[in-house]
């Protein structure tokens, strides 16, 4: 863990939230299972192996070592989650969270909550993916964006402070959704957005009606047991988007999952929905650098040519 330990030593004190030290893209021998993460004021510290105390006990003192040296007087605060294939474990080590903990970046606030479940409402490995899509929104004001596969509604913050006139966000889990409409409160973006607690793929009716967006954002999970499964489903997903795009209009496909690289985006979306034009891959934040970047996330950049049509289909039904 000694590459884990010499990233410790050279922290800065962060004001945004990011990933500060990510093994798991395997560029750190030795420490495949370690990432390290600012939530400020909080460190998050996640190991996808077991760990022995004695480990444990070597990361807290190198934290605060540091911590001393660049915030001297006040107090350490980090968490350790530990993943493996059953559910997640995280402790508190020291210090403390915040009651309403929330982190920015760019300017933008959002609420996370380290202490509990394996997701913390907020992914830090898409930040280029938010980057992105707020400098389109910027460059298309008054645009129209579709969020599906929302979560907390990352993207929507991102679109509608670019200056995206509306978006409407849909996931199933209503839980997130609701940390969705607090993020938007807390940048003062709640009177653009519509939040809507609906199963995608049983809800097609209902997103039809509201096309066609200039902007559509899929960012769906690689596999959740019951809900999405990216080798089946996302063809079902890449095959509606012509006709939820306005002429001009742009795709965001993101999949996070190594197990499948960008070619089976790129062959999904050639085969389902061959009008669209592949425009480039948004690059991942460097610090989330992997020895083989198919392996990383992949968020891939579509445009729906100009003279374009909408396909023509009958009035569909919420499960069509």
């Known amino acids: ?24 893209g395997g560029r750190h021998p030795g420490c495949e299972q370690w990432t390290l993460d600012a939530y400020p004021p909080v460190w998050l510290l996640t190991s996808f192996a077991p760990v022995t ?15 001393a040296e ?21 402790r508190v080590m020291a210090g403390e969270i915040p009651a309403e903990h929330v982190v920015e970046e760019d300017g933008a ?13 907020f992914f830090l490995d898409m930040a280029e993916g938010r980057r992105w899509t707020r400098r389109w929104a ?20 991102a679109a509608l402070r670019g200056g995206a006139a509306q978006v409407d966000n849909y996931d199933m889990a209503r839980g997130p959704l ?22 995608v793929f049983n809800s097609w009716g209902k997103i039809r009606r509201g096309a066609p967006y200039d ?38 496909v993101c999949l996070n999952t190594p197990k499948l690289g960008t070619d089976f985006l790129r062959e999904t979306l050639a085969t389902e929905a061959p009008t669209l034009v592949f425009i480039e891959r948004v690059a991942n934040p460097a610090v989330h650098a992997d020895v083989d970047e198919e392996r990383s996330l992949k968020v ?3 445009r729906q040519p100009e003279h374009a049509a909408r396909p023509a289909s009958p009035e569909p039904s919420d499960a069509d």
Not at 138 to 157: D, I, M
Not at 183 to 189: I, S
């Open 1 to 24: 863990m000694q590459a884990l330990l010499d990233a410790i030593s050279r922290l800065d004190r962060p004001t945004d939230a990011c990933r500060v030290f990510h093994g798991r």
């Open 53 to 67: 105390d004695e480990a444990l006990a070597r990361v807290g003192e190198a934290l605060a070592a540091r911590w």
């Open 70 to 90: 660049i915030a001297p007087g006040e107090p350490l605060n980090w968490v350790f989650q530990h993943r493996d294939e059953n559910r997640p474990t995280n």
């Open 109 to 121: 606030r959002f609420a996370v909550n380290l202490p509990h479940g394996q997701n913390h409402g």
């Open 138 to 157: 910027e460059a298309h004001p008054g645009g129209r964006v579709l969020n599906l596969f929302a979560y907390t509604c990352a993207f929507s913050v």
């Open 178 to 199: 609701a940390v969705g409409r607090r993020n938007h409160q807390l940048n003062g973006l709640q009177d653009r957005a519509a939040f809507h607690g609906h199963d």
């Open 215 to 252: 902007l559509v954002v899929l960012d769906p999970p690689s596999y959740q047991k019951g809900s999405f499964v990216a080798t089946k489903d996302y063809a079902r997903l890449a095959r509606k988007l012509p006709e939820l795009l306005a002429p001009g209009g742009h795709a965001l």
């Open 300 to 302: 891939l950049v579509y």
